[in-house]
């Protein structure tokens, strides 16, 4: 049975701290996709990044990163400097894949709550 | 921008009446899927469409119906609706490629918050 968990519920920080949030995908599936998306106050869920689970990479955007970590099943998602508009739900969601199928099925982890304080 | 639409955006109804909400893509996506969000469990998938009358359970789909009679339109019905279907409901899509594949990104649509008094 596959498993995600994102431990941190809720962190709160002040502007420009950097901030990490944790996710773990438990699951004996060789091959799969990792999503981080963001639900700020207003509602919507705003995809943030793919990475598949061949590729252990660090990526970069602006001062978002992420860290994956396939032998710890740790796929961490970082904020540098964070700013008041990062406050906001963020999600961990894996795509378990079936050989070369995709079967659709996000697994949504229960979301970190950040806040960033001005 | 996936061009994603869900109509109503609230609706509050009363227990045992039929409810039906829509989502509408304005892209010609294969992929779509209708979601439920509630308190501490994160987005749990009801049902999923991979085309034209073409549907499939996801992990919570008890109470659920969908019908896809087009493509630009899924349907998810309550036939029969219950206060545990107080929820807000997201419809997503997986958007389709030039080649006839599609990417696995899902993209939501903005949310319908259903009250079931």
């Known amino acids: 049975a596959q498993k995600v968990t994102q431990a941190q519920t809720e962190i709160s920080v002040v502007e420009k701290e950097d901030v990490t949030l944790d996710c773990v995908y438990e699951t004996r599936d060789t091959t799969y996709y990792l999503f981080w998306y963001k639900q700020p106050p207003s509602g919507e869920l705003v995809f943030l990044i793919r990475r598949n689970s061949f590729d252990e990479q660090n990526e970069i955007s602006g001062r978002y990163s992420w860290n994956f970590q396939k032998s710890t099943s740790s796929f961490n998602f970082t904020i540098t400097a964070s700013q008041v508009v990062d406050s906001a739900v963020y999600f961990c969601?894996?795509?378990?894949?079936?050989?070369?199928?995709?079967?659709?099925?996000?697994?949504f982890g229960q979301g970190t709550t950040l806040q960033v304080k001005p | 921008d996936a061009g994603i639409t869900q109509s109503p955006r609230h609706k509050v109804t009363e227990t045992g009446t039929p409810v039906t909400l829509r989502c509408h893509q304005t892209?010609?996506?294969?992929?779509m899927y209708w979601y439920r969000q509630d308190p501490g469990h994160g987005l749990r998938l009801i049902h999923y469409s991979y085309g034209v009358k073409d549907t499939d359970k996801g992990e919570v789909s008890d109470g659920y119906s969908v019908s896809r009679s087009k493509t630009e339109d899924f349907l998810l019905t309550l036939e029969s609706a219950t206060s545990s279907q107080t929820s807000v409901y997201f419809c997503?899509?997986?958007?389709?490629?030039?080649?006839?594949?599609?990417?696995?990104?899902?993209?939501f649509g903005p949310g319908t918050r259903l009250t079931v008094l």
């Open positions: 969601a894996p795509l378990p894949m079936h050989g070369s199928s995709n079967t659709g099925k996000l697994i």
């Open positions: 997503a899509i997986s958007e389709s490629l030039t080649s006839g594949g599609y990417t696995d990104t899902q993209y």
């Open positions: 892209e010609n996506h294969r992929y």
